[in-house]
């Protein structure tokens, strides 16, 4: 069992930062590649990002590719997600997800985070 906990989230204008942290806790944290999923009101959960066990592989949706910046720091149990140059449209709730597997499949990750809102003002 890992338990998950995101943090960071709030109200930015566009073009601004935030930086969200996800907890962990239970299992080695380690042993779990880490994404970043969102969903906005109305629309389906997506892919935002996503890193391997050890960090050295890193992968992004599109839309956000460039923007923003996904690491971990395995000693902390946590992972990070550095957001930049915000738009309106990254207005979401933000969840912090654990897989056996880096991958953008929501159906890969088992464990889920409560979710942290994010909303950006233009």
């Known amino acids: 069992q890992v338990q998950l906990v995101e943090s960071g989230g709030g109200l930015v204008q566009a073009g601004g930062s935030l930086r969200l942290s996800c907890a962990a806790s239970?299992?080695?944290?380690?042993?779990?590649?880490m994404g970043w999923f969102r969903q906005a009101p109305g629309k389906e959960r997506e892919f935002v990002a996503a890193?391997?066990?050890?960090?050295?592989?890193?992968y992004y949706a599109d839309s956000v590719q460039g923007r923003f910046t996904i690491s971990r720091d395995n000693a902390k149990n946590t992972v990070y997600l550095q957001m930049n140059n915000l738009k309106p449209e990254d207005t979401a709730v933000y969840y912090c997800?654990?897989?056996?597997?880096?991958?953008?499949?929501?159906?890969?990750?088992?464990?889920w985070g409560q979710g942290t809102q994010v909303t950006v003002s233009s």
């Open positions: 997800a654990a897989s056996q597997a880096s991958t953008g499949i929501i159906s890969s990750y088992r464990y």
């Open positions: 239970g299992r080695t944290f380690s042993s779990y590649a």
């Open positions: 890193i391997s066990r050890s960090g050295g592989s890193t």
